[in-house]
């Protein structure tokens, strides 16, 4: 038998469909789309088998990994190339680790940034990265995405930004950070699942009408008034979650440098 790989680009939904129709379940709606858990049994070779599907304008649609394992066949993710990959001659396969390429923290003594208004900021000092003040130590890799993360409102990142202000006699350099933003994304996801209010049986709580409680910007307009900050502490996000669960959400992290020298991590978030 011939060895038979499939890839598939990240932008690929790999979906299989099935046309069975589901009379009832559970309900989500996400980036458009209403999704309702399938409450269909499915028999595989004679056997039935607990697979999870949603049903998406009357169509079941699997995972594919769930898949794998049901009809035995290997399912991956290479992350340095961005491809699910699928092989039908085993039954499993180890996905493949993407190299860290969006580093939390890349910027080195002696940089030049380009700011968006043009100057030209030298960088001179980074030796207080991972040893901010009040700072419990360097902060973990990012957690990994979970499952239930797929029926969470979408969010999309922000473009890297630099901005250059003098204030007072000082140079000040603000760079995006999109990995803390990140962390600010996933923080409220877990918060989200964890609140009554907003997640009940496996899914989003939506309102009476159908629409989304909770809805997500990681960059805050000029004209919203955000709170502020500094070192990461999960709970200034979870607490104020947990104060007022439904709402717009808007969150960023900024890298802050006072005349060359990095300051610390700020984290910005507003609810509207």
């Known amino acids: 038998m011939n060895k038979k790989i499939m890839h598939f680009g990240s932008g690929f939904v790999a979906g299989v469909i099935s046309c069975t129709m589901a009379m009832s379940g559970m309900v989500a709606y996400a980036g458009g789309i209403t ?22 304008d009357g169509y079941n649609y699997f995972k594919l990994r769930d898949l794998g394992d049901a009809l035995g066949f290997g399912v991956a993710w290479d992350g340095e190339q961005r491809l699910v990959v699928i092989d039908t ?17 890349s910027v080195k003594a002696g940089d030049i940034i380009t700011c968006s ?18 700072a419990d130590g360097p902060l973990p890799a990012l957690p990994a995405e979970k499952k239930s993360w797929n029926l969470m409102p979408k969010a999309e990142l922000p473009e890297t930004e630099v901005r ?30 964890a609140n009554e209010e907003t997640w009940k049986n496996g899914a989003p709580v939506l309102h009476p009408s159908g629409s989304a409680k909770v809805s ?4 805050i307009k000029d004209t919203d008034y955000a709170q502020s900050f500094w070192p990461w502490r999960a ?13 717009h959400y808007e969150m960023e992290a900024w890298d802050v440098y ?11 978030i507003a609810v509207i």
């Open 164 to 193: 250059h202000y003098s204030i007072g006699g000082k140079e000040y350099m603000f760079m995006r950070n999109l990995t803390e933003t990140k962390r600010m994304l996933y923080t409220l996801y877990d918060a989200m699942e």
């Open 235 to 247: 709970s200034e996000i979870t607490n104020l979650f947990n104060s007022c669960p439904p709402g």
């Open 216 to 219: 997500i910007d990681l960059s």
């Open 117 to 134: 208004d043009g100057y030209q900021y030298k960088v001179t000092d980074v030796s207080k990265y991972d040893a901010n003040a009040f």
């Open 258 to 268: 006072i005349d060359g020298a990095f300051q610390h991590t700020e984290y910005r």
């Open 35 to 56: 999704a309702e858990r399938s409450q269909n049994r499915f028999l595989v070779n004679g056997e039935e088998r607990a697979l999870e599907a949603y049903k998406i």
């Open 89 to 105: 001659t085993v039954s499993e396969l180890e996905d493949i680790p993407a190299k860290d390429t969006e580093s939390k923290f």
